[in-house]
């Protein structure tokens, strides 16, 4: 294919940006904006958390779902959610940070549901936007120049919350009237980003299934093995993550104590996301995908141990900590995502049916299952701790179990992904000849005229050629018999 041009590149990078408007506005604040805003204990916030990202990462299911079976002949299938799915997406955001004084219960009610329903608009619009990337290009450099430009736009919002909102969240401040006036202002920039990428980043790749059932999106589940290692690495190394990012503030106050180091954290993290952008494709086509995620994660567990252990008055030894997990997660939040891309074709060579977006559903469902399960276990440690609303002094046992939310929470679980990613056998060699025994399929049956045909475990192969079972490949992995020898040689 022919590589993108910049504006495209650019184009899918501002989508993640508006993204992060409201999701990591939500993952960086809204604990602390339940706790010390709202006045919710940390329990409950914990529970609140864990009970709706589940919820979440079933809308992500449904979501799929809704995305194979939609297609657009002007805008094509996932544009539509992008622009139609945007506003109401960063009005919730605002309904999130707006809790009324209702009584206990009563407040819980109204989190519960507005969490929720940001959580679904969320979905709508996130799933197809991450799927757009798979069907933009089938190149692995040009994969990891979207990968980066996503973590580019990710991360500049959130450098940007780091630098100029995180030092407004200390006691006395009116920080209901702050989190009003930011997601006001962000429903505007967003929203111009979002129609910004639906203009400029289009769908490139063929798909001989424009609308896909649901025995089909179930029939390529089923057979993708990558796919499942994938999701299965990365619930836990959201889990890890997202307890990090929960709790990063109470360490740099309350633990540290040094608030003023959380501008400092986000300028270096937006500084590391453009040199590891810069780099990154060229990593990618060096080592490999697989090897940038096994060895950026196990920098994730080497920062979460040096978090753990280095005591309070030893400043400059935990930020560090901080810093090293960043480096690793953020490549791994860059690599990642072509290797999301990947399944697609994984699927699709299996079974002669791309499924974006359920693959990506799948795929988002663990993630946000991870994310669910980590920012409840952050704010379990903080309650287990006793931790005092109201960012005051805090004891002994509380600065405890922040350092075991933000340090030992990361490097055990994160150390997973990395035993799990060894077995992975999707290498981007293995890429490389599945693509082209795709293309090759598909120049034969441009030659032949479709055929529906039955594969040999009873499925039909839609792209018009026999799915046969077949013996494993050179790389270990098990082909269909036509996939393998597509012309008959």
Same mark, same amino acid.
């Given at each position: 294919?022919?590589?993108?041009?910049?504006?495209?590149?650019?184009?899918?990078?501002?989508?993640?940006?508006?993204?992060?408007?409201?999701?990591?506005?939500?993952?960086?604040?809204?604990?602390?904006?339940?706790?010390?805003?709202?006045?919710?204990?940390?329990?409950?916030?914990?529970?609140?958390?864990?009970?709706?990202?589940?919820?979440?990462?079933?809308?992500?299911?449904?979501?799929?779902?809704?995305?194979?079976?939609?297609?657009?002949?002007?805008?094509?299938?996932?544009?539509?959610?992008?622009?139609?799915?945007?506003?109401?997406?960063?009005?919730?955001?605002?309904?999130?940070?707006?809790?009324?004084?209702?009584?206990?219960?009563?407040?819980?009610?109204?989190?519960?549901?507005?969490?929720?329903?940001?959580?679904?608009?969320?979905?709508?619009?996130?799933?197809?936007? !991450?799927? @757009? *990337?798979?069907?933009?290009? +089938?190149?692995?450099?040009? =994969?990891?120049? $979207? %990968?980066?430009?996503? #973590?580019?736009?990710?991360?500049?919002?959130?450098?940007?919350?780091?630098?100029?909102?995180?030092?407004?969240?200390?006691?006395?401040?009116?920080?209901?009237?702050?989190?009003?006036?930011?997601?006001?202002?962000?429903?505007?920039?967003?929203?111009?980003?979002?129609?910004?990428?639906?203009?400029?980043?289009?769908?490139?790749?063929?798909?001989?299934?424009?609308?896909?059932?649901?025995?089909?999106?179930?029939?390529?589940?089923?057979?993708?093995?990558?796919?499942?290692?994938?999701?299965?690495?990365?619930?836990?190394?959201?889990? !890890?993550? @997202? *307890?990090?990012?929960?709790? +990063?503030?109470?360490?740099? =106050?309350?633990? $540290? %104590?040094?608030?003023? #180091?959380?501008?400092?954290?986000?300028?270096?993290?937006?500084?590391?996301?453009?040199?590891?952008?810069?780099?990154?494709?060229?990593?990618?086509?060096?080592?490999?995908?697989?090897?940038?995620?096994?060895?950026?994660?196990?920098?994730?567990?080497?920062?979460?141990?040096?978090?753990?252990?280095?005591?309070?008055?030893?400043?400059?030894?935990?930020?560090?900590?901080?810093?090293?997990?960043?480096?690793?997660?953020?490549?791994?939040?860059?690599?990642?995502?072509?290797?999301?891309?990947?399944?697609?074709?994984?699927?699709?060579?299996?079974?002669?049916?791309?499924?974006?977006?359920?693959?990506?559903?799948?795929?988002?469902?663990?993630?946000?299952?991870?994310?669910?399960?980590?920012?409840?276990?952050?704010?379990?440690?903080?309650?287990?701790?006793?931790?005092?609303?109201?960012?005051?002094?805090?004891?002994?046992?509380?600065?405890?179990?922040?350092?075991?939310?933000?340090?030992?929470?990361?490097?055990?679980?994160?150390?997973?992904?990395?035993?799990?990613?060894?077995?992975?056998?999707?290498?981007?060699?293995?890429?490389?000849?599945?693509?082209?025994?795709?293309?090759?399929?598909?120049?034969?049956?441009?030659?032949?005229?479709?055929?529906?045909?039955?594969?040999?475990?009873?499925?039909?192969?839609?792209?018009?050629?026999?799915?046969?079972?077949?013996?494993?490949?050179?790389?270990?992995?098990?082909?269909?018999?036509?996939?393998?020898?597509?012309?008959?040689?």
């Amino acid at each position: 294919m022919k590589k993108l041009n910049k504006l495209s590149i650019i184009g899918y990078g501002a989508g993640d940006a508006a993204n992060n408007l409201a999701f990591t506005t939500a993952t960086m604040f809204l604990l602390v904006y339940y706790t010390d805003v709202a006045g919710i204990s940390a329990a409950a916030a914990g529970t609140l958390l864990l009970v709706v990202r589940l919820f979440d990462a079933f809308a992500d299911v449904f979501a799929g779902r809704m995305v194979d079976r939609a297609y657009s002949k002007r805008f094509g299938k996932f544009r539509p959610f992008i622009m139609f799915g945007s506003i109401p997406l960063l009005l919730l955001s605002v309904a999130v940070f707006s809790v009324p004084q209702l009584g206990e219960s009563g407040m819980l009610l109204y989190a519960y549901v507005t969490y929720a329903a940001l959580g679904l608009a969320y979905s709508l619009v996130n799933i197809p936007y !991450g799927s @757009l *990337a798979g069907a933009m290009t +089938q190149d692995p450099g040009e =994969r990891a120049k $979207l %990968g980066s430009a996503r #973590l580019v736009g990710a991360l500049t919002v959130s450098s940007a919350l780091g630098i100029f909102v995180a030092p407004l969240i200390k006691p006395g401040a009116d920080l209901q009237q702050t989190f009003t006036t930011i997601t006001l202002i962000f429903v505007v920039i967003g929203t111009a980003l979002y129609f910004f990428t639906a203009l400029t980043a289009k769908e490139r790749v063929h798909r001989a299934v424009p609308k896909v059932t649901m025995k089909q999106s179930l029939e390529t589940l089923k057979t993708n093995k990558p796919l499942m290692m994938l999701c299965l690495s990365s619930f836990f190394f959201l889990t !890890g993550y @997202l *307890a990090l990012t929960s709790v +990063q503030l109470y360490y740099l =106050r309350d633990v $540290l %104590g040094r608030l003023d #180091l959380y501008p400092v954290l986000s300028i270096i993290q937006l500084a590391l996301t453009f040199v590891l952008a810069a780099f990154m494709s060229r990593l990618v086509r060096t080592v490999g995908k697989k090897n940038v995620y096994i060895y950026s994660s196990l920098g994730t567990v080497i920062g979460g141990v040096i978090i753990f252990f280095t005591p309070a008055s030893q400043v400059w030894i935990g930020f560090s900590g901080l810093v090293i997990s960043l480096i690793g997660v953020l490549a791994v939040n860059i690599g990642v995502w072509a290797l999301e891309a990947d399944t697609v074709e994984y699927g699709e060579w299996k079974t002669g049916v791309r499924t974006e977006g359920i693959t990506y559903a799948l795929f988002s469902f663990t993630r946000k299952s991870g994310q669910a399960v980590g920012g409840a276990l952050a704010a379990y440690a903080l309650a287990l701790g006793g931790y005092k609303s109201g960012g005051g002094a805090q004891t002994p046992d509380a600065i405890f179990g922040i350092q075991v939310a933000a340090g030992a929470l990361p490097a055990v679980m994160v150390i997973i992904p990395v035993l799990v990613m060894s077995k992975y056998k999707l290498t981007d060699a293995t890429h490389a000849e599945i693509l082209k025994e795709i293309q090759a399929r598909r120049t034969k049956t441009a030659y032949a005229g479709p055929v529906e045909a039955n594969t040999a475990d009873g499925t039909t192969s839609t792209d018009g050629t026999t799915l046969a079972a077949s013996a494993s490949t050179s790389a270990g992995l098990s082909a269909p018999a036509e996939a393998r020898n597509p012309a008959g040689q």
